[in-house]
């Protein structure tokens, strides 16, 4: 009982998490949708050159959203087994508190049923040195009674614990198999919808590299600042001098007194260097 209350716990907490991803997973599609039909109408204004590459843009977002509507309705139907799993875990408590309450009521009629026979017990000689034998006869019909009665309690409560154990079992059989094979289909879904997302959006690239003034087609592209100018980027080489003596204090970190010494004469050195180069 306590491993099937982990598992139903379990089965609670996970199952609507999977349905507000396929849910997220659907929003995105939308969003992708719309953004793609926003674009396209953009790509539209006529006497506007520079927004041609938007159509190019607005295809793939139109692509990539009906793919993404179209896996969340895949995981969606994959989903089944897993949703008929968290519906069945109110019915399966339901079942479990009926269980308690039979060992409750087996426990209580058997309680009676003892103290009857042992009151028959401490009685039965005193009424029969007494002859008062219509009293006993009824004390013996009492204790039979709900001796009967603890029997059949019992009786309902082991049938419903025999049933309750098959059920569990039942389930737990079909709950492996059938999400073995939801999580195959989702595997398969998942995997089949990346990689049409790639292609879409490969191709994508390819057609926006393919339009006049689009993607960079090489890393020789000059850098364009916010007034539409290019900024032209130049490498200059450092002096030796100055690489040396970056390596000096970036691996030699002066720890004392000495060192900052040693460092200050090299720098007056190189000083001295400089200043009979430039004479």
Not at 113 to 133: E, I
Not at 245 to 273: T, V
Request: net charge positive; hydrophobic share 40%.
């Amino acid at each position: 009982s306590s491993s099937e209350n982990l598992r139903m716990g379990a089965v609670s907490q996970a199952v609507p998490k999977l349905e507000g991803a396929v849910t997220n997973l659907r929003e995105h599609g939308d969003a992708a949708g719309a953004v793609g039909m926003e674009l396209s109408k953009v790509s539209k204004i006529p006497a506007n050159e520079e927004f041609k590459m938007c159509d190019v843009l607005s295809h793939g977002l139109l692509r990539q959203g009906r793919r993404n509507k179209r896996l969340a309705l895949e995981l969606s139907a994959a989903m089944d087994s897993f949703l008929q799993q968290y519906k069945m875990v109110r019915y399966e408590k339901m079942a479990l508190q009926d269980r308690r309450q039979a060992i409750q009521r087996k426990g209580t009629y058997r309680r009676g049923a003892d103290q009857r026979a042992v009151y028959l017990a401490q009685q039965q000689r005193h009424l029969q040195a007494a002859g008062q034998y219509g009293q006993l006869n009824h004390l013996e019909r009492t204790a039979i009674q709900t001796d009967t009665m603890a029997n059949e309690v019992m009786g309902e409560a082991e049938e419903i614990a025999a049933r309750l154990k098959l059920e569990i079992h039942r389930v737990a059989i079909d709950r492996r198999t059938q999400w073995n094979a939801s999580m195959k289909t989702i595997a398969s879904a998942m995997k089949e919808a990346c990689s049409e997302r790639l292609a879409i959006w490969e191709s994508t690239l390819e057609a926006l590299k393919a339009v006049p003034g689009g993607m960079p087609t090489d890393d020789t592209t000059p850098i364009v600042n916010g007034l539409g100018n290019s900024i032209a980027t130049v490498s200059t080489p450092m002096p030796a001098n100055m690489m040396v003596s970056s390596q000096s204090q970036i691996y030699h970190q002066p720890n004392n007194m000495n060192a900052s010494i040693a460092i200050n004469q090299n720098n007056s050195n190189q000083q001295l260097d400089t200043s009979t180069i430039y004479a």
